[in-house]
């Protein structure tokens, strides 16, 4: 009994009672703030992660112009080369799968999923790796554009640079008003 009445006097005070409810809205409140922090991080996080990882289809083309660019006027007689390239759609994603086969009597079926990652409402395909777009073809015109046997060799040099057939590939003589 002793106990119930010391709890009792302990109840009725109004010091003990102010103090209880200022710690229980503070731990609500920390509670509160702690869920909304991550949140924000992990936000922030994501749209770093794509800010860095951003692409450029023009970006792309122009960087690999330019170093095609470089690399043929290495070539004996080429001169001044400009390189102008197309290329097919965006960046693909190819994202991560999980096959599974069963085996059978004289049955095999085959099963296959793509890896999903997150729980709730942030559930997203796992992104394996990113392609990059495919060069669909090139023109090339330098000064010795008009010697045969320059052209053949801006031929081979870009079909084995870019992975092209010679066909998607033009090489014509650079015109003198034309600014590289």
Avoid: H
């Amino acid at each position: 009994m002793e106990i119930n009445e010391r709890l009792k006097d302990y109840f009725k005070e109004k010091k003990w009672t102010a103090l209880m409810i200022i710690c229980g809205a503070a731990g609500l409140f920390l509670i509160a703030l702690s869920s909304l922090v991550p949140e924000k991080e992990a936000a922030q996080s994501r749209n770093t992660d794509r800010n860095e990882n951003s692409f450029s289809v023009k970006d792309y083309c122009r960087e690999t112009e330019q170093r095609l660019e470089d690399f043929l006027e290495g070539i004996e007689g080429a001169g001044q080369v400009k390189v102008y390239i197309t290329v097919g759609s965006g960046e693909r994603s190819v994202y991560a799968r999980e096959e599974r086969k069963i085996r059978s009597d004289n049955k095999t079926e085959e099963e296959e999923k793509y890896v999903v990652i997150g729980n709730g409402s942030d559930k997203k395909a796992l992104v394996e790796t990113t392609e990059l777009p495919a060069v669909r073809g090139a023109v090339i015109i330098c000064s010795g554009g008009d010697s045969a046997e320059v052209r053949e060799r801006m031929y081979k040099a870009t079909a084995a640079a870019l992975d092209l057939p010679t066909g998607k590939i033009y090489v014509a003589k650079l015109d003198k008003g034309v600014r590289p």
